[in-house]
């Protein structure tokens, strides 16, 4: 799959299956939704007690082991890690509290405009706007530094504690906690969610689909590559939305979004600069977690504590609108990236690679 026609081809089914669990009963345009799923996932094992978002996704777990499976086959399974692993857990960090400000990581910010959610044209603002600034660093020289081959039983540890998720959310012991209302009560069938999941992370892994690679590509190489899932995704979910009777334009009573434009912008701003310097998208993340690099699965850790400190202290947004906690956290988070893209400037490095996690 690694031409155009392959990854427009998944783009196509990612927007698809999206909006299908929606039809089976996942939230209205939140189909597939790292940094929410992510989130659930959080409060599901009690890192957090925002009672409406608990729930162990299955789609993140078979995401993983899609990504795991289809690395494994095609000998493309690579234990590597070492790079600035403590840097990126504190961008995984920045980047959830961003996408929750706006809620929603850039996977769910296409699914919301396809649902006609207008609201989601200020946050793919931002996150160009995020991604230009990104990339201003990369073309000073940012990097993470390299990263080094690992034993692969590391590399396995990963994909091995998401099939532990799998195995509580089966078992159901009373320390998990499951949603009773809220967007953590509404889900699609557990086989066909993990179903949905390992499909999409078999594609994601075969084409390196990428919501921050697309921009930040078609910006240095003027290579449309991967932009090309990113439209594709926006066009089939358009058309499964319209379908189903899903769509609904406008700005107001859009489903979990709020209508403040400028923190919408700055939410996703945020997660866009800090997903070019981590090297990739949320989602890419999860992939190149699941074939075997232990510095994303570092930056996904710092997604989970993200999102849990996002629902204790009070920064996550709801649909009545951002919280003041939340606007200090991005501000001060701004300053955070800024701090960490300024001080890993290498002057003498280059950018070698794209769509994967070593830039320099």
């Not at 669990?21 to 409060?43: E, H, T």
């Not at 390299?146 to 532990?164: D, H, I, N, Q, T």
Request: hydrophobic content about 55%; charged content about 10%; some cysteine.
């Amino acid at each position: 799959m690694g031409n155009k026609k392959g990854i427009i081809l998944s783009g196509a089914i990612v927007g698809l299956i999206s909006v299908l669990l929606v039809k089976l009963g996942n939230p209205m345009n939140m189909g597939m939704c790292i940094a929410c799923f992510i989130r659930d996932i959080a409060g599901g094992i009690g890192l957090h007690r925002a009672e409406v978002v608990q729930y162990i996704r299955p789609e993140v777990i078979g995401l993983v082991i899609g990504a795991f499976g289809m690395a494994m086959f095609s000998k493309e399974f690579e234990t590597k890690g070492g790079s600035s692993p403590f840097t990126r857990f504190i961008l995984g960090i920045a980047v959830m509290v961003g996408a929750l400000v706006f809620l929603g990581c850039p996977l769910r910010m296409v699914l919301r405009l396809a649902g006609g959610d207008l609201n989601a044209l200020f946050g793919i603002a931002g996150f160009v706007a995020g991604i230009l600034l990104g990339i201003v660093f990369l073309n000073k020289g940012f990097s993470l530094k390299r990263s080094y081959k690992l034993s692969k039983a590391e590399g396995f540890m990963f994909p091995a504690v998401f099939a532990g998720l799998f195995a509580l959310l089966m078992a159901a012991p009373s320390f998990i906690f499951f949603s009773k209302e809220g967007p953590g009560s509404m889900y699609a069938p557990i086989f066909f969610a993990l179903a949905a999941g390992l499909v999409v992370g078999v594609l994601a892994q075969k084409t390196r689909l990428c919501m921050v690679g697309g921009i930040r590509d078609l910006v240095m190489f003027k290579d449309t590559y991967l932009l090309s899932g990113f439209v594709a995704i926006l066009v089939f979910a358009l058309i499964g939305n319209m379908a189903f009777g899903f769509f609904k334009l406008g700005f107001a009573e859009q489903p979990v979004a709020h209508t403040d434009a400028l923190w919408n912008f700055l939410g996703m701003a945020l997660a866009g600069w800090g997903s070019v310097l981590l090297g990739g998208c949320p989602l890419r993340q999860l992939i190149l977690a699941g074939e075997g690099n232990t510095d994303s699965a570092v930056a996904v850790m710092g997604m989970l504590v993200g999102a849990a400190l996002s629902h204790n202290f009070g920064l996550a947004s709801s649909p009545k609108g951002v919280t003041p906690a939340g606007q200090i956290a991005v501000i001060i988070l701004f300053a955070v990236v800024l701090v960490i893209a300024s001080l890993n400037i290498e002057k003498s490095s280059k950018v070698e690679m794209k769509g994967d996690v070593k830039i320099g």
